[in-house]
């Protein structure tokens, strides 16, 4: 046989090897990304019109109004999340220090919970809406809680944190966009 005979019959050997390869780097570039870093069409984006009642016990509720004027913070919560009750006393913290305002956006909660979570662990939070239904979320394209929005004087969406927060991300993150919008 020849070698280019020889060659043909090899080469349909190769696809497999070839595929593996394709799906190996695939993966490996996968694995580099950080998922906190989904993108959302909303950055960048006015924050979307809504009104939230106040969670129970509280008297300030949080709408799209409220989010313009000043740089802010808003934190998706929810009595029943474990990763909420975690980043927790960084809320706590941030609030006391007045860096910038905090405001709750309560996800899917029962009215008497987030009060008593509230109650229980402190209330870092100047406004905090009561987001019963999972709307305001939906319109905020809340994949999960905790979230959470750095808002610009504006009232645009300038960033988005996909689970807990923490020390790292609040000194790397956070509190550097806080500074710089308030700059502006």
């Known amino acids: 046989m020849s070698e ?9 050997r190769l696809w497999p090897l070839a595929i593996f390869v394709a799906i190996g780097v695939l993966l ?8 906190r870093e989904i993108p959302s069409p909303l950055l960048d984006r006015p924050v979307p019109p809504f009104e939230l ?19 802010s913070v808003v934190n998706v919560f929810a009595s029943w999340c474990t990763a909420c009750r975690d980043e927790h006393p960084l809320w706590m913290q941030l ?7 905090v405001h709750g956006l309560n996800y899917k909660d029962r009215p008497e919970d987030a009060a008593r979570w509230l109650a229980e662990l402190g209330d870092p939070y100047r406004r905090t809406g009561a987001d019963i239904d999972g709307r305001v979320g939906i319109d905020w394209g809340v ?7 750095i808002i610009d004087k504006r009232g645009v969406i300038r960033s988005k944190v996909i689970g807990a927060i923490t020390p790292r991300i609040v000194e790397q993150r956070l509190l550097p966009l806080v500074r710089q919008l308030q700059s502006e």
């Open 143 to 149: 994949y999960g809680v905790p979230e959470t929005f």
């Open 95 to 101: 609030s006391a220090e007045r860096i910038v305002p």
């Open 4 to 12: 280019a005979g020889e060659a043909t019959l090899h080469r349909p």
């Open 28 to 35: 490996g570039v996968g694995l580099t990304l950080d998922p």
């Open 53 to 71: 009642a106040p969670v129970k016990g509280r008297t300030l509720g949080l709408a799209s109004g409220d989010l313009r004027g000043e740089v």
